[in-house]
């Protein structure tokens, strides 16, 4: 007890009042579950129709999702995908504001309207920073991270020095964002020589932005805590990234900067676990990877070529071929240890209709021996070799399927295998870009 009594109550816990057991609403957590563009965008959007409130808690404009609705393509990357659902917010993402309204105006001439848009972290110009220090790895290592060079890991950096700049700094005192914008130029300068920044003008553009963004910002905690613990509300989150780039988690250093597990939908948020519901991971039904790092299933041959032409497979962000491989059920073992996924869904089951047999990746080698779990260290995941489950394809078209039993029954034995493997239940089956193909299985 950390409280000193002269008389003790018999009762160690007469007098004190209990706080009264405020859990609110629970949260749907939309997740990657590989090294990202699994179509999570999709399955946001799908569930957004039936949401009160859609929101995005990390990342950047380093994540891209393709959404299609009623024949209209929507590329988002510091949107959320839920965007299409009048409410929706933003919490714990770093943003490039001219990024920001570039991407809004763009989808408005797609005839989406944003309503409501809210932002508490903001993102400043450290994209030439980002391109600087590639170039340097390139120069002292003989290799690069492979980012996108949106800036995301200097904005990151810039926030765990204390040193970065925020929505509300923007808002408040101008004069005072100005000095702390001139410093983190200086900062930066210091450590670049190359580096040259029109401050002035940078600041000039900023009041802008900021004037214009003024209208679309609240505090996020408090209105996430009224949207928890007032009227019932239907609330989804929208994680960017996945959770093989996770910054703790993933294939380290060839990951992102933020969390892009569950833990992140807390942090980015300012949500208690206690209103963490249901937690869905998005898996392809084989695996892809944009960049650099180890990637044990990948096939550098006819079937990762067919794969990645099949699949449409360049980044929304990039606009780099995405690598193909093989599904590695050990990676989807692993990212549901650390997310405790309640379900799955799994997409782009068509792009594998026309194959002849498909391999499944169930466990890793090191000198013949299984290891037992997913290895922390990037030289030892370099070396694994693969064990592989082979299946027949089915070879039909599955896009039109709309149903369970629409699909073929060695389809439907992929898929059941997939779901035993991990342990978790398969909640919808993707044949299609839109919305309308996904199959739902309960």
């Known amino acids: ?88 917010i933003c919490n714990g993402v770093v943003i490039h504001l001219p990024g920001l309204f570039e991407e809004a105006e763009n989808n408005e001439k797609k005839g989406l ?10 993102f400043d110009f450290h994209q030439v920073v980002d391109g600087i220090q590639e170039t340097q790895r390139q120069a002292t290592e003989g290799k690069i991270i492979g980012t996108t060079k949106k800036g995301i890991g200097p904005t990151y950096a810039s926030k765990a020095s204390r040193t970065g700049l925020r929505v509300c700094d923007l808002l408040g005192d101008f004069k ?21 920044v029109d401050t002035e003008s940078q600041l000039k553009k900023l009041k802008e932005y900021g004037e214009r963004l003024r209208p679309m910002v609240r505090d996020g905690v408090y209105y996430m805590y009224e949207a928890l613990h007032g009227p019932p ?9 996945a959770a093989l780039l996770d910054i703790d988690f993933g294939t380290y250093p060839f990951v992102t900067s933020s969390n892009c597990t569950v833990g992140g939908a807390c942090t980015g948020l300012g949500i ?6 249901e937690v869905y991971g998005v898996s392809k039904a084989y695996t892809t990877r944009v960049g650099i790092g180890a990637f044990p299933t990948e096939q550098l041959n006819v079937t990762g070529e067919l794969l990645q032409t099949r699949g449409h497979e360049v980044g929304v962000t990039t606009g780099r071929k995405r690598r193909c491989g093989w599904l590695d059920l050990v990676i989807l073992r692993y990212a549901h240890m650390i997310n405790g996924f309640t379900a799955i869904a799994l997409t782009k089951l068509d792009i594998l209709d026309v194959l002849d047999e ?8 090191i000198n013949g021996k299984r290891i037992p779990h997913f ?13 592989y489950e082979t299946f027949p394809g089915w070879k039909s078209d599955t896009s039109a399927a709309r149903k369970w039993n629409n699909l073929p029954q060695k389809a439907q034995n992929y898929i059941r295998f997939v779901e035993n493997h991990i342990g978790v239940p398969i909640k919808w089956v993707g044949v299609g870009k839109s919305r309308e193909c996904m199959i739902q299985m309960f």
């Open 1 to 88: 007890w950390a409280y000193a009594y002269t008389n003790p109550p018999s009762n160690p816990t007469q007098g004190l009042k209990r706080p009264r057991n405020e859990t609110g609403n629970k949260v749907i957590v939309v997740l990657g579950a590989q090294w990202g563009d699994e179509g999570k965008g999709k399955v946001v959007d799908l569930l957004a129709t039936e949401s009160d409130l859609v929101c995005r808690c990390q990342g950047g404009n380093n994540a891209g999702h393709t959404v299609v609705v009623e024949g209209k393509e929507y590329d988002f990357h510091l949107l959320p995908s839920g965007i299409i659902n009048p409410k929706s």
């Open 113 to 122: 309207h944003l309503f409501c848009f809210y932002l508490s972290t903001v």
């Open 176 to 196: 005072e964002f100005s000095t702390k914008f001139k410093n983190l130029v200086e900062q930066y300068q210091s450590m670049y020589s190359s580096l040259t």
């Open 233 to 241: 509300k239907k609330i989804l989150v929208e994680g960017a990234n």
């Open 272 to 277: 208690p676990p206690l209103n963490i519901g």
């Open 358 to 365: 498909i391999k499944v990746g169930v466990a890793y080698k």
């Open 375 to 387: 290895p922390a260290d990037m030289e030892l995941l370099h070396k694994v070799e693969v064990e």
